[in-house]
């Protein structure tokens, strides 16, 4: 895929680990039109020459914080129509995946490196709508659960 080719990724990453693992990712973009969707509007001098779209930050014990992030990804999924959505993690890459998926998008999840002895819970969500399911510890991967390819750190 390429510009030319009109595809088109949302690489969606909340804060901290998350968008550092994001960040290493990005040379495996080259050459397709991405996009992409975090927590931080300070993130926009990291993807200079993308879209970025901000959302709520949120977790499972706050439901009003976890309404407006998944209002904010889909109107960005809405907006760009991604072929493919990656996603490092957390609530903001579980919720894009789930609405990526019914749009029929191609859906990627990357658990993060930090979680070393089981998945996170947004990865564990995750799996129901990834059509490529990862994580970054082999001990981790399981034949009914996520594969392990390596890890981006």
Excluded: C
């Amino acid at each position: 895929m390429s510009k030319r080719s009109g595809k088109r990724i949302l690489a969606v990453a909340s804060g901290g680990g998350h968008w550092v693992q994001m960040m290493r990712l990005r040379p495996a973009f080259e050459g397709y039109e991405v996009a992409f969707l975090s927590v931080h509007p300070e993130y926009q001098e990291q993807v200079r020459g993308h879209r970025l779209y901000v959302v709520a930050d949120s977790n499972a014990k706050n439901k009003i914080a976890v309404i407006k992030t998944a209002w904010g990804v889909w109107h960005a999924l809405r907006k760009e129509r991604p072929d493919v959505v990656i996603s490092t993690g957390a609530a903001p890459g579980g919720l894009a995946l789930f609405f990526a998926k019914r749009m029929g998008a191609k859906t990627i999840w990357l658990d993060s490196i930090a979680n070393a002895e089981v998945l996170s819970l947004s990865g564990q969500k995750a799996g129901a709508y990834a059509d490529l399911w990862l994580t970054q510890w082999p001990e981790l991967a399981k034949q009914d659960g996520p594969e392990y390819s390596g890890s981006v750190l």
